[in-house]
T-cell receptor, first 112, second 115 residues
C-alpha cells in the first residue's frame, strides 16, 4: 500500500548548522510532495512543496530536493535558528487521489 | 489571511456517545478533508469531500464516521458511537484545487478525548 518513510525521527543541531530530513515514498504515481512544520499543539503549516516535474526548489533557508527514480525527497534547512525547532512532516500525494500520505515526523531541536 | 476554523477546540466525551466536530473551510475552496493525529503520531487521512459527496475515504473511516456539508459554509465530522481509540486531534483542511495541484490549508484542530 501507500507508505512514506521519514528519517531521522529526532534531530538535534547547533544554531547555525544545517539540518537534513529524508523521506522515501512507495507510490510511483505520487506527484506532489509538501513539507509541513508543526509546533506543539498547533496545526501543520506548509513550509515548502515540490512537484514531480521539478528536481529542486528553494525558499530562503529552506530547500527541497526530489529524486523520482529513487522515490525519495529531502528537506534542507540552512543556518538553523532556535525558532526552527518543531516537528517536521513530509507527505506525498497518493496517486490520482485527493489524499496526502504523511511521514512519521522528525522532531528538530536547534540549540542556541 | 483567510483561515480554516474549527470548533470545538477540545471536547471530552464518554465512550459510546456521539460527537460532531465542526469546520468552516476557506470560502472559495472546493475540496474538504478530515485528517486525524493521535498524540505523538503522524497525521492520517480520513476522508475527502468534493461536490457534496465523499471522493475518498480511508480504512479508518468506517460506518461510525460520517461527514456532511449542511449549508454553504460548514463541514462536519460525526462519530456516531465513540471508542477510546478515537481520542485524537482532528484536523479539517480545505483546498481550492485537488491536493496534487494546490496547497492544503489546515485548521487549528479539535482535540477529542474519549473516556
Amino acid at each position: 500500500g501507500e507508505n512514506v518513510e521519514q528519517h531521522p525521527s529526532t534531530l538535534s543541531v547547533q544554531e547555525g548548522d544545517s539540518a537534513v530530513i529524508k523521506c522515501t515514498y512507495s507510490d510511483s504515481a505520487s506527484n506532489y510532495f509538501p513539507w509541513y512544520k508543526q509546533e506543539l499543539g498547533k496545526r501543520p503549516q506548509l513550509i515548502i512543496d515540490i512537484r514531480s516535474n521539478v528536481g529542486e526548489k528553494k525558499d530562503q533557508r529552506i530547500a527541497v530536493t526530489l529524486n523520482k527514480t529513487a522515490k525519495h525527497f529531502s528537506l534542507h534547512i540552512t543556518e538553523t535558528q532556535p525558532e526552527d525547532s518543531a516537528v517536521y512532516f513530509c507527505a506525498a500525494s497518493a496517486g490520482h487521489t485527493d489524499k496526502l500520505i504523511f511521514g512519521t515526523g522528525t522532531r528538530l531541536q536547534v540549540f542556541p | 489571511e483567510p483561515e480554516v476554523t474549527q470548533t470545538p477546540s477540545h471536547q471530552v466525551t464518554q465512550m459510546g456517545q456521539e460527537v460532531i466536530l465542526r469546520c468552516v473551510p476557506i470560502s472559495n475552496h472546493l475540496y474538504f478533508y478530515w485528517y486525524r493525529q493521535i498524540l505523538g503520531q503522524k497525521v492520517e487521512f480520513l476522508v475527502s469531500f468534493y461536490n457534496n459527496e465523499i471522493s475518498e475515504k480511508s480504512e479508518i473511516f468506517d460506518d461510525q464516521f460520517s461527514v456532511e456539508r449542511p449549508d454553504g459554509s460548514n463541514f462536519t465530522l460525526k462519530i456516531r458511537s465513540t471508542k477510546l481509540e478515537d481520542s485524537a486531534m482532528y484536523f479539517c483542511a480545505s483546498s481550492v484545487n485537488r491536493v496534487a495541484t494546490g496547497e492544503l490549508f489546515f485548521g487549528e484542530g479539535s482535540r477529542l478525548t474519549v473516556l
